[in-house]
């Protein structure tokens, strides 16, 4: 209810967000970045570190999409010799659904990172 304020958005990588998201929208949420970096279930338990959560950012990326109700964008952070095989899986993925999808090369630097962002827009 802040005057000016336009966009509440969150980044999730998704495994909670269609539990909490009905009391999210009611805050005022009206965007969401999800990071999700392979669309490959091991891999994906393998980032978030638990175990039976494989498919559920793409799940959610694809009720997300179907219910059309937020601005959503899906980050994808590339990453020779884990997911670089996966690019074209991802624009194969999200080209028919509503959101934009942008792949973050991974790049280390000092023990921190920077990076370098193409936006696939899709509207």
Known sequence: KLEGLKTIAVTTNGINLTRLLPRLKEAG????????????????????RRKGTNLSS????????GMCLL???????????????E??????FTKDLPLDVRFIEYMPF?????????LLGQK
């Not at 690019?87 to 194969?92: G, P, S, T, Y």
């Open 29 to 48: 949420l009206n965007a969401i970045n999800i990071s999700l970096d392979t669309l490959v279930p091991a891999k994906f338990e393998f980032i978030v």
């Open 58 to 65: 793409k799940a959610t990326v694809l009720i997300l999409a």
């Open 71 to 85: 601005y959503m964008q899906v980050n994808c952070v590339v990453m020779r010799g884990f997911n670089e095989d």
């Open 87 to 92: 690019v074209l899986d991802f624009v194969d």
């Open 110 to 118: 000092d023990g921190k990172y920077c990076c370098f962002e193409i």
